[in-house]
C-alpha cells in the first residue's frame, strides 16, 4: 500500500511540475508565403534578349563568363559592395545556350540555376532564349508523350544497364495502333538520358513536329552507348562490336516484345551524335536488314584523317549495296566544327561512288543547338 501511495505521489508532482514549465515562444510564420515570386537571381532573360548573369561570390578577385560552347571570349564580370558580380551580356538570338563562371581561375556552374547539361559529369548550366513564336524545340501547348527508363540485364556487358524510351502521344489511349522505330545515340560523356534533358530535346522537337503532321508519331530508343566511362567505351573497334551486339540481342528484342512497334526494316532508323553519330553510321550500315533510315551528326570518327572506310566497313561502302537498301543517309555537322571538313570529305567519297545521300550542314560547332537542328531536319525524312 506504501509502495502504491509513492508511485501516486510521483506522478502528481511529475504533472504539477510539467504544467508550471514555460513553452517556448512560436516565432513561425508563413506570412509572405503567397507574394509574387522574386525576379530570378541568374540568369535573367530579359525582355530584349539579353541575359543577365550573377554570381555571390564575396572572397573572389575576378569572376568571369564563359558563354557558349564555341569561339568563346571570356568576359569580366563586375561586383557591388555585397560581395554579388553581375554582367549583362547583349541580346542574343532566341536558341539554347550553355555557360559556366570562371572564379579565380576555376570554372563553376551557376548555382543559383537548376539547368544544368549533365553526362558522366557536369558539364555547364544552361539558359533558354525563348522565342516568337516559340521555337522549334520549345515545349508548346500540343499533345505529350511519355519518357520511360527501362532498367535491363546485358548479356553482352554482364550487369545492369538502363535506356531511355520515348511513347508518342496517344499511345496508350489507342491500344491497337503500332509505331516504328527510331535508335538515338547519344555522344562521348553523356548518358541514356542526354537527348531528353533541356541539352537534347528529342521529345520536345518529335511532339511539335508531330502535332503539324511534319513527323511520322514514332518510338525513340536511347540507348546508354558507352561500356564504361571513358571516350574509348564508345569508340574503340571492340566497344562499339558489344554495343551493337548488345543493341541487337538486348535492347531491340525487348522493344519489339514490350511495345507496339511496326515490323520490317523499313520502320527501323538509327542515328546519333559525335560519338553516337559514327556508331549509328557503323552499326545502320552493318545492319541493313534492320535499318533502312541511317544519319550521322558531328561523328569524330568519319571525320579522322586517319577513318579508312572501307576498314570499317568491308565491301559495303558502294552504290550497289547501299543504294537499293537505304530510304535515307544523312550526313550532317556544323560548320564551325573541326569536324566539319572531314564531313565535306565523306560527302564527297559517298559522291564519287554514287551513294545516294543528303548532306546537312548547320551554323555553328560542336554543341547541342546544332544537333537539335539535325534531328529536326532527320526526323521529318524517316517512315515516310
Keep these: 500500500m506504501m509502495k502504491k501511495t509513492i508511485v501516486s505521489l510521483s506522478l502528481l508532482l511529475f504533472a504539477v511540475t510539467a504544467s508550471a514549465q514555460t513553452l517556448p515562444v512560436n516565432t513561425y510564420s508563413i506570412k509572405g508565403w503567397w507574394g509574387p515570386p522574386p525576379p ?55 536558341d539554347i545556350y550553355s555557360y559556366l563562371f570562371n572564379v579565380d581561375g576555376v570554372q563553376v556552374p551557376d548555382m543559383n540555376n537548376p539547368v544544368i547539361k549533365i553526362g558522366t559529369l557536369i558539364y555547364q548550366s544552361v539558359v533558354e532564349v525563348p522565342g516568337t513564336p516559340a521555337r522549334f524545340d520549345e515545349v508548346q501547348n500540343v499533345p505529350h508523350g511519355t519518357l520511360i527508363t527501362k532498367r535491363y540485364w546485358s548479356t553482352v556487358l554482364k550487369r545492369t544497364r538502363a535506356f531511355t524510351v520515348y511513347l508518342p502521344p496517344n499511345y496508350e489511349t489507342n491500344p491497337t495502333k503500332k509505331y516504328p522505330v527510331l535508335i538515338l545515340k547519344h555522344g562521348g560523356g553523356d548518358d541514356e538520358t ?38 574509348a567505351g564508345g569508340s574503340t573497334p571492340e566497344a562499339m562490336q558489344q554495343l ?61 584523317i586517319d577513318f579508312k572506310i572501307d576498314e570499317t566497313l568491308p ?23 573541326p569536324r566539319y571538313p572531314g564531313h565535306l570529305g565523306i560527302e564527297d567519297l559517298l559522291k564519287k561512288r554514287g551513294i545516294k545521300n543528303e548532306f546537312h550542314d548547320t551554323a555553328g560547332g560542336h554543341e547541342w543547338k546544332v544537333w537539335r537542328v539535325q534531328l529536326h531536319g532527320f526526323m521529318q525524312k524517316i517512315f515516310k
Excluded at 542526354?194 to 528529342?202: D, E, H, K, L, Y
Aim: charged content about 20%.
Design 244 to 304: 551493337e551486339k548488345e543493341m541487337l540481342i538486348d535492347i531491340m528484342p525487348y522493344v519489339e516484345k514490350n511495345y507496339r512497334v511496326l515490323p520490317g526494316r523499313q520502320n527501323r532508323a538509327i542515328t546519333g551524335l559525335s560519338m553516337g553519330g559514327g556508331q549509328a553510321f557503323v552499326m545502320g550500315l552493318r545492319n541493313l536488314d534492320k535499318f533502312a533510315w541511317v544519319g550521322e551528326f558531328s561523328a569524330g570518327l568519319l571525320s579522322d
Design 315 to 337: 565491301g559495303l561502302v558502294n552504290a550497289k549495296t547501299l543504294n537499293p537498301k537505304l530510304k535515307l543517309l544523312w550526313i550532317g555537322c556544323g560548320t564551325d566544327d
Design 40 to 94: 530570378p537571381f541568374s540568369p535573367m532573360v530579359n525582355a530584349d534578349h539579353s541575359i543577365t548573369f550573377r554570381i555571390k561570390a564575396k572572397q573572389a578577385k575576378s569572376v568571369k563568363l564563359i558563354f557558349g560552347e564555341w569561339a568563346i571570349k571570356p568576359q569580366e564580370l563586375t561586383v557591388d559592395t555585397g560581395g554579388v558580380w553581375s554582367i549583362t551580356i547583349p541580346p542574343v538570338q532566341p
Design 194 to 231: 542526354s537527348w531528353t534533358q533541356r541539352a537534347g530535346s528529342a521529345d520536345v522537337i518529335v511532339e511539335n513536329l508531330i502535332a503539324k503532321k511534319q513527323a511520322v508519331p514514332m518510338i525513340i530508343v536511347m540507348p546508354n552507348g558507352l561500356t564504361n566511362s571513358t571516350w
